[in-house]
């Protein structure tokens, strides 16, 4: 059975196997549950189909949480490229876009998605989706990288956590980040060694992320973060292509993060008492808010 | 936390904005109405902890109720479900209650049927959308919706749980967990059973008619 519990494993397995990482974890995912190879792609088309219609439905929304604190962002910086008046231009504004679309639709109780989960969910996506549009690749490319970046996730979720309440926001924004970057140096062709660097060059990068919500909502700084985040995926896709690696492995890379959220103290893990929500401007929309929703 | 499919890191499919305070909502109220197995006439739903604090924002209440009418996960429809239960006439309202000792995000679900019977369940969002449901009416029960269910309400006395696990045995159905509370001896008790199979409509039917058992519900994974 091809399990894999680490990083390293997946690697030596698609080495083993001449294969690429996707082909291991459909692998994986077949045996597991039990599954044929049709199925499991059937599957990962359905969560694809989801992604691009909240990554479209989300860029045409203007209407404001109840909240207030997210309304037009992925509108605006669409029609930013639409116009060409794009500052990065191509594959990072795009990204941008996707982004927080599919972030927006999250926000406001639309369908995504969970991947890794749903705070998370516009990164895979927005780096992917962006990525496919410019380079031309078809759906089953971009499949290939959905299941790469799926068998990353899990190995941290077998290691560590995939929750801002456990470890704070690098185990949401930070591993999802590392998923999309591995997904996308996938799609590209990459080798399995660059599809491992990306994901470590990601994941180092987002190592101490705090989970500070304001008012407990997944609305600030989740949405734009869920934008950046993107565009840092597909920077660090651009690194790992260009063959520079990791000097820690990432299975370490996991580990020090696990170190990290346990380190990390419980007001900066999801529950709004420290950090941003903390701040003057957070109290006062969490108050104004909440206020405005009090039950007895 | 195990996580063994790929499709629960990259999913699910669901209705923003959270796992726990959202999807995990779904997934309860989704319980609660297979144990009742009918359409409530009337919800009282109680909040405690962050759910009490923050419902409104991450659209709990919506979340709950669309559970409780039916929607999945992932049906658009829990977006409206407060106006379709209006429209449908059911009487919702919502409430806190204190559960000292509870889990941070738990829910109470207090439901009338047509004929003015009532159930009660009790459930929290443990994070990732995962959830359990820790009592029914008066039984404790630790039911997660993760493996096919069978809830039995059943008399306590010899060879009432025989018969139901010969009788899974000889339907080819295996026991992964099972779970029995009583409160007084002799009394009314409570058998839960997660199977690593679907269990047929007539083997429900059958340990339904069995003397000494009073309710058998069979609930698919969630």
């Known amino acids: 059975m091809p399990v894999f519990y680490t990083i390293e494993d997946l690697l030596r397995k698609a080495n083993e196997g001449s294969c690429t990482i996707s082909d291991i974890v459909v692998e994986y995912e077949m045996k597991n549950s039990d599954l044929t190879r049709e199925e499991v792609y059937q599957r990962m088309a359905n969560n694809l189909k989801v992604m691009k219609e909240a990554a479209e439905k989300g860029m045409q929304q203007t209407e404001p949480t109840q909240s207030g604190m997210i309304s037009d962002e992925a509108f605006r910086m669409a029609k930013v490229i639409r116009e060409g008046r794009s500052l990065a231009g191509g594959v990072i504004s795009i990204a941008l876009a996707k982004a927080l679309a599919v972030s927006t639709v999250n926000a406001t109780m639309g369908k995504i998605v969970a991947g890794p989960t749903a705070g998370s969910c516009g990164i895979v996506p927005g780096g992917l989706l962006a990525v496919a549009e410019v380079k031309g690749l078809n759906d089953d490319e971009i499949i290939r990288g959905l299941l790469t970046a799926a068998g990353l996730g899990l190995v941290v979720a077998r290691q560590a956590t995939l929750s801002g309440a456990a470890g704070g926001c690098q185990a949401e924004c930070g591993v999802g980040t590392g998923m999309a970057a591995g997904g996308i140096v996938e799609m590209m062709g990459g ?17 101490g992320l705090v989970c500070d919500p304001v008012a407990g909502l997944v609305e600030v700084p989740c949405v734009k973060r869920n934008a950046l985040s993107a565009s840092h995926a597909i920077s660090s896709a651009e690194l790992a292509l260009a063959g520079i690696g990791s000097v820690i492995p990432a299975d370490e890379v996991i580990s020090a993060m696990n170190e990290i959220g346990d380190a990390l103290p419980r007001t900066l893990k999801e529950t709004s008492l420290g950090g941003l929500a903390n701040t003057e401007t957070g109290k006062r929309i969490a108050e104004k808010f909440l206020g405005s929703m009090k039950i007895r | 936390m195990e996580k063994l499919s790929i499709f629960e890191v990259m999913g699910p499919i669901m209705i923003g904005p959270s796992s726990s305070h959202t999807a995990g909502a779904v997934r309860i109220g989704n319980l609660a109405r297979k144990l009742l197995n009918e359409e409530p006439k009337e919800m ?5 902890g962050s759910f009490a604090e923050t419902f409104k924002g991450h659209g709990t209440d919506i979340a709950v109720v669309g559970g409780l009418l039916g929607y999945r996960l992932d049906d658009e429809r829990i977006r409206t479900s407060l106006e379709s239960a209006a429209n449908k006439d059911i009487h919702v309202e919502f409430h806190r209650f204190e559960a000292p000792n509870a889990h941070p995000n738990t829910i109470k679900i207090e439901l009338t049927r047509a004929d003015d019977s009532t159930l009660q369940v009790i459930g929290s969002s443990v994070g990732g959308g995962e959830i ?3 009592k029914i009416d008066r039984f404790k029960v630790n039911l997660t919706g993760k493996y096919p269910t069978i809830w039995i309400l059943h008399l306590d ?3 009432v749980i025989a018969k139901v696990t010969s009788t899974l045995a000889l339907n080819g159905v295996n026991i992964a967990f099972m779970e029995v509370f009583r409160e007084d001896r002799g009394a009314l008790s409570s058998m839960v059973v997660q199977t690593d199979q679907n269990v047929p409509a007539e083997v429900i039917r059958e340990v339904n008619s069995f003397i000494g058992v009073k309710i058998c519900r069979f609930i698919e994974p969630i």
Do not use: C, D, R, S
């Open chain 2, 44 to 48: 009282k739903i109680y909040f405690y």
């Open chain 1, 191 to 207: 080798t399995p060694e660059q599809v491992i660097a990306a994901f470590a060059l990601a994941l180092k990068n987002m190592l």
């Open chain 2, 132 to 134: 359990v449901i820790t």
């Open chain 2, 157 to 159: 006395k010899p060879g």
